[in-house]
């Protein structure tokens, strides 16, 4: 009983002995009572008292409860009431105020009990079962239920949905329930369920949840509406955060698109509800989830391309210049902005040229920068803003050059009326406020983060610190400032101010040996950092300690020798006598064993509970430990190592100029190569040209052969029909006139192929000189480009002289058959005649008259078709002849192929000349491999552009390999 007092609440007595029986009597009745109503009305009772009485109506209830569920399915009261009793067993919300000692027994009753509740999977699974019911009686206790179950044990009974069939499709159904208070209870469920559980999280995404739950907030009225939208986006961020399937989804889905509503948030000054604050807060919240900068590269760039594209930047942007937005909106959407441009060159570029609505505009960085290096402005505004100023210039070269540009004296504006983002920096960087010294600081480390270019742009600066004083470079009154140490009076953190010069200048020292240079040259720093190193200071010193000596090292290990006082082995000489080597490396480690450095190298976004924990940036811890090792292997190297390495680098010099040279040489035997192959292709077509040419020309020849062919069958059935009948055509004397023209044509046929056959003679003579030419083809690269070049030209006017005979062919053909029609007419003629001379009326003697006088004229015509005959046939061995010619140009063409594949040997002889270079450079850089190999064991650093170039050489070989394809097709 004591346990159970404990457990009521610290009541001073339990429950009377009577209730416990009337609790008892009441699971008696559930159990064993054959009437519904009676089961019913026990069960309402163990609800009125199960709230109050919550351990013994558990214990004894809780298995005839279970079985009421299974068994009276079909009565949706009596399964509301045990649903009901059931939730007030396990929830662990409770009206009225307790102690918290009650509270903690309350939370671990509850656990008991719904651990009692899932031993039994099936117990879930007839839960689950029972929300298909639409009844309100059954679906929203049930809800309810398992809603509290989830948070009870929300691994365990997340499992056992996973495994249930359509468990998750089942409770996906209550989005879509027409009663507002099942679905909103439905979204906390849905919450419940997806948090921490990847598995779920794809399969609630993939049942449309991402479309309904936009649904419900543009009903509910963006980020006007209740506190049902904020559920919504609590829901949709357990979808998307650190989950890259559902956030690619999400993307493709295009409903990013459909965030764009949710932050037209209008210019009224009033209005903002402390609901609508929430809201909006959690809808940034999202946009940040998307673009993220521990999601894949991938995914949070194609992020930022859509919201720039669907204009969701510009509607941040416009939140961010408007007034009368509360502060932690401001500052949260700074924060998304910064993400949502962090390292998109677009989005960067478009934030660039957002101006502020001011009289006159000015760009928002110039706007932010002032609220950064304003002390009056709250804390975690300007760590938002800081953040949005790195976002800018990460990975943006051309950003991090506009900002340098506004410090040089050519773009400054001597007129001063407007303030650029260079000098709101210095302001910073030379205020009396330590933490605005610190901002602007690492704010101007940010612009020459891994750009050498402005590196050395930055030296060039000049400040005038005091009427009538020279001016000083930017670098040296950063040592100035930084010497002077406690000396000026600020507020703020004591070493906030030096830690943020100091990694100013390690960001600006290293890789840049010319900053280095224009470092040591005042004679002054040296001195400082030993002495600073050398010190035994307290433990809030030693951090900046270990960041003087970490400027020293990289001056060590950045240094070209330049100043005979501050060579390396002068300055390592320095530290073993004034410090000491073990001394110094130790004091070095002293940074990476910061607790504040394991924080800020955890992410990119500068989050400080106050001002005193701002010490290390992201960016300058990832630096540290970059050069931590390098320096320390540099501080240990003996003067003769670091000859050698010198040396090494010479040997590696004169390498990098031979390669050098080499791949020059590989170029234009590449470029030569290329025009060959331009020439062998120029070649081959010209070729596949004069071939189809012969084949039109043979094709031709054999329809000629066809025709003369035709021709003589047709002469010999004509001669048939003139022996039987006479012919007229002597009468009226038109016969001896036909066959005299076709005499003549006949004669300039054969002037034609005399032609034709002095033709092809030239064309003979034209091939002997081209073999002649092609002989002796050239020994290198040039000399078969210039025979190519003659051989394509000679091919040229082969297939001009082709075309002409081309030509002239057809036009014999013209000829024949101008001759087949004629020698047609006279046909028809013959047989008018004929058939004329057999009209009746004519006297015996005039048909025997005409007769012999035909017989006579029949005969001359016969000698004249034989005459015609035997001048066909002398043209058509002719035609043999001209064909034997162009069979004769085939071979030729056949020769001049021979002679094209002799220049490809030629080109392969080049490429087998080219893989002796190549073998060459192959040796060449495996020694410049095991030269790198020394250097590394050495400490030296050893740059990437021997193996971007090396990689070159490999594209190289590579497209050499492509080349020799070619040739083989060709």
């Known amino acids: 009983m004591n346990f159970l007092r404990g457990v009521m609440g610290g009541q001073s007595a339990g429950p009377q002995h009577t209730e416990i029986e009337t609790i008892q009597k009441l699971c008696d009745r559930v159990a064993s009572s ?159 369920l997806t948090r921490s559980n990847g598995a779920i999280q794809k399969i ?205 004296p050519s773009t400054i504006d001597a007129t001063g009326n407007s303030v650029s983002a260079g000098q709101l920096l210095c302001g910073g960087l030379f205020s009396t406020d330590s933490l605005s010294n610190w901002c602007a600081a690492v704010a101007l480390a940010h612009a020459l983060q891994e750009n050498a270019v402005q590196k050395e742009q930055l030296l060039r600066v000049q400040l005038a610190t005091s009427i009538g004083n020279p001016p000083v470079s930017l670098l040296q009154q950063c040592t100035n400032i930084l010497s002077q140490g406690d000396k000026i009076d600020r507020r703020g953190s004591k070493i906030q101010t030096r830690v943020g010069l100091l990694m100013l200048l390690c960001t600006w020292l290293s890789n840049c040996p010319i900053a280095v240079t224009h470092f040591l040259h005042n004679s002054a720093n040296v001195p400082f950092l030993t002495g600073q190193i050398a010190e035994n200071l307290g433990e809030e010193e030693q951090l900046v300690q270990g960041l003087c000596a970490l400027l020293l090292g990289i001056s060590i290990y950045f240094n070209d020798n330049s100043l005979e006082s501050y060579m390396k082995e002068k300055l390592k000489q320095l530290i073993e006598k004034r410090i000491g080597k073990e001394n110094f490396i130790e004091k070095l480690g002293f940074i990476s064993k910061h607790e504040l450095y394991s924080r800020a190298s955890q992410k990119p976004q500068p989050n400080f509970p106050s001002p005193e924990y701002m010490i290390f940036d992201h960016e300058f811890t990832k630096l540290v430990k970059e050069l931590e090792g390098v320096i320390t292997k540099a501080i240990y190297k003996s003067s003769e190592e670091d000859k050698k390495e010198e040396e090494v680098k010479k040997t590696l010099e004169q390498h990098d100029s031979i390669v050098t040279h080499y791949k020059n040489m590989i170029r234009e035997q590449d470029l030569q190569l290329e025009e060959l192959k331009q020439q062998i292709s120029t070649l081959k077509c010209q070729n596949e040209q004069l071939q189809t040419a012969v084949t039109q020309q043979v094709s031709q020849i054999q329809q000629h052969k066809d025709q003369y062919n035709l021709l003589k069958v047709q002469l010999g059935k004509d001669n048939q029909h003139q022996g039987s009948y006479s012919d007229g ?114 006297s015996g003697a005039g048909m025997a008259a005409k007769a012999t006088d035909g017989d006579s004229r029949l005969l001359a015509l016969l000698q004249d078709t034989n005459d015609l005959k035997n ?36 080109i392969t002889d080049s490429k087998k000349e080219q893989d002796d270079l190549l073998v060459l450079l192959a040796d060449q850089d495996q020694k410049i491999f095991s030269l790198k190999n020394k250097l590394k064991e050495l400490g030296h650093p050893v740059e990437e552009e021997d193996e971007l170039e090396s990689g070159d050489q490999d594209d190289e070989e590579d497209e050499d390999e492509d080349d020799g394809k070619d040739q083989g097709h060709i």
């Open 34 to 192: 054959t009437l519904l109503d009676d089961r019913r009305n026990a069960v309402r009772a163990l609800k009125s008292l199960s709230k109050k009485y919550r351990l013994e109506v558990g214990i004894q209830a809780m298995e005839h409860l279970i079985h009421v569920l299974q068994t009276d399915r079909s009565d949706s009261e009596i399964i509301g009431y045990a649903l009901d009793t059931l939730y007030n067993i396990i929830s662990n919300d409770e009206e009225e105020e307790v102690e918290e000692n009650s509270t903690r027994q309350s939370g671990d009753l509850g656990s008991q009990f719904t651990e009692i509740f899932i031993k039994q999977q099936e117990n879930v699974t007839l839960l689950l079962s029972l929300l298909e019911e639409f009844d309100f009686h059954v679906r929203w206790p049930g809800v309810k239920l398992l809603t509290s179950l989830l948070k009870q044990l929300g691994p365990q009974v997340q499992q056992i949905i996973l495994v249930s069939p359509m468990g998750v499709s089942r409770l996906m159904d209550l989005l879509a329930d027409s009663r507002e208070v099942i679905r909103n209870d439905g979204v906390l469920l849905l919450q419940a």
């Open 729 to 842: 055509t002597q009468v009226n004397g038109i016969q001896p006139e036909e066959i005299g023209r076709l005499r003549e044509e006949i004669e300039e046929l054969k002037s034609n192929q005399e032609l034709l056959q002095s033709q092809l003679a030239e064309k003979d003579s034209l091939i002997e000189n081209l073999k002649s030419s092609q002989a002796s083809p050239g020994t290198n690269e040039q000399s078969s480009a210039t025979a190519s070049a003659r051989d394509s030209e000679q091919i040229a006017e082969l297939k001009q002289e082709l075309a002409t005979l081309k030509s002239q062919l057809n036009s014999q053909s013209v000829e024949i058959t101008k001759l087949q029609t004629e020698k047609q007419e006279l046909l028809q003629k013959t047989e008018t005649f004929a058939k004329s001379a057999a009209a009746p009326g004519e």
């Open 204 to 408: 609630v995404a993939f049942e449309n949840a991402f479309e309904r739950l936009l649904d419900i907030i543009t009903e509910e009225g963006n980020s006007d509406g209740g506190i049902v939208v904020e559920d919504c986006l609590i829901l949709l961020q357990n979808l998307l955060k650190n989950n890259n399937s559902n956030q690619n989804f999400f993307k493709e889905g295009s409903y990013i698109q459909r965030m764009k509503p949710w932050f037209h948030v209008g210019d009224e000054n009033s209005g903002w509800s402390a609901q609508k604050v929430t809201n909006l807060h959690v809808m940034l919240q999202l946009v940040r989830v998307l673009v993220s900068p521990t999601n894949p590269p991938g995914a949070t760039s194609s992020c930022q391309k859509a919201m720039f594209q669907c204009g969701l930047l510009q509607q941040l942007c416009t939140i961010l210049m408007a007034t009368g937005v509360p502060a932690d909106i401001l500052t949260e959407t700074i924060n998304t902005v910064s993400e949502v441009i962090r390292g998109y060159q677009v989005n960067q570029d478009y934030f660039a040229s957002v101006n502020a609505p001011s009289n006159p505009p000015r760009p928002a960085i110039v706007v932010l920068l002032m609220s950064m290096v304003n002390e009056r402005q709250p804390f975690v505004l300007r760590c938002a803003v800081l953040y949005c100023f790195q976002c800018f210039l990460y990975k943006n070269q051309k950003g991090q050059g506009e900002i340098v540009s506004t410090l040089l």
């Open 871 to 906: 001048e066909i046939k002398a043209l058509s061995e002719e035609r043999t002849a001209i064909k034997e010619q162009l069979d004769a140009s085939n071979s030729t063409i056949a020769i001049l192929q021979n002679e094209k594949n002799k220049l490809e040997m030629d």
